[in-house]
């Protein structure tokens, strides 16, 4: 039995990929098969990915390029990497929805709130693409607005270390695994999970719950569903 019913899982560009290759379509597969198992255990599943896979807006400033441009080629970034999952899930029996922030009938759905919680309360996988349509907000605002929207139980936001830590392990060894805190605990002490913008989306509107923790074991995704409190729980 799974302890939420309608998550919100948020996925690095980096996870679809593998050394040079934009996709690693093993991985890409293993990921569908994740949330195939996600939505037989009854789950509501909605997903954004990020684009860092193709582009980052910040690689733009280095280029001497406007910014506006460089965060519009990150959002339709996130509309490949969308349609790139949403084909898997339907090769996994799925039912799969991309859904798009700028509008491009012929590639996605239009954004629409109600139809997106139709489509979760049906059964079918909903992928939000685009972020919030705007430039200067990251995928983090995206994924927030979207968890506010869906009205979920949970953002489950599996990255590339196993949760928060008091600071960068990779350049503090001192650095330590926090197991819970606060949306405003971790805005008052620059905790880098979210952007400030989405932590205090998260905390104004009371998002039940931010689980943060590794990828490096695709299971961890079925393990939180199932109870594990491995990683870290962020919450109002």
Known sequence: MAVYHRILLKLSGEALKSGSDLFDFEKVNEVASIVRRMHDMGVEVGIVIGAGNIWRGRQGPAANMDAVTADQMGMLGTVINCLCVADALRKAGLDA????AVDMNRFAEPFNAMAARRHLSEGRVVLFACGTGNPFFSTDSGVALRAIEMEVDAVLMAKNIDGVY???????????????ITYTDALARGLKVMDASAFALCAENKVPMVRVFGLDDPENLLRVLEGS????????
């Not at 409190?229 to 109002?236: A, E, K, L, S, Y």
């Open 97 to 100: 929805i991309v859904q798009s």
């Open 229 to 236: 409190d491995i990683g870290t729980f962020v919450h109002p």
């Open 166 to 180: 008091t600071a960068d392990p990779m350049k503090d060894p001192t650095a330590t695994l926090i197991k819970d």
